[in-house]
């Protein structure tokens, strides 16, 4: 009971941390890593209170951390449409440059 209890309370420290400092890659393993855990739960013993509360508590940070990963989502959309919006200025200011550089001796 007490190494389960370690287990998830561990999960849950990782995920928030990772989520904080937006670590996006180490998010996608500690969520493949709940997933395997909350997997291998269901065929095991019951869970007692304590472990049942750790659940609860990892769940609470998982639903942080999807939050967290939809509004970067969304900051990124936006940012990508900015640019394309933006890519025909860009594109000549490149272009422009790029004909002094080549006008050089």
Known sequence: MAKR???LAALATRLRAATAARQWVAVGRIDSDVAALLA??????????AEQQ???ALA???????????EEAARLERRLTE?????DGWMAYAMAEY????QRP
Do not use: F, N, Y
């Open 5 to 7: 209890l370690d287990v």
């Open 40 to 49: 291998g739960l269901h065929k095991g013993c019951p869970l007692s209170g």
């Open 54 to 56: 750790a659940v609860d």
């Open 60 to 70: 609470a940070v998982h639903r942080m951390a999807r939050e967290s990963c939809a």
């Open 83 to 87: 640019m394309c919006a933006h890519r």
């Open 99 to 102: 004909d002094l550089w080549e």
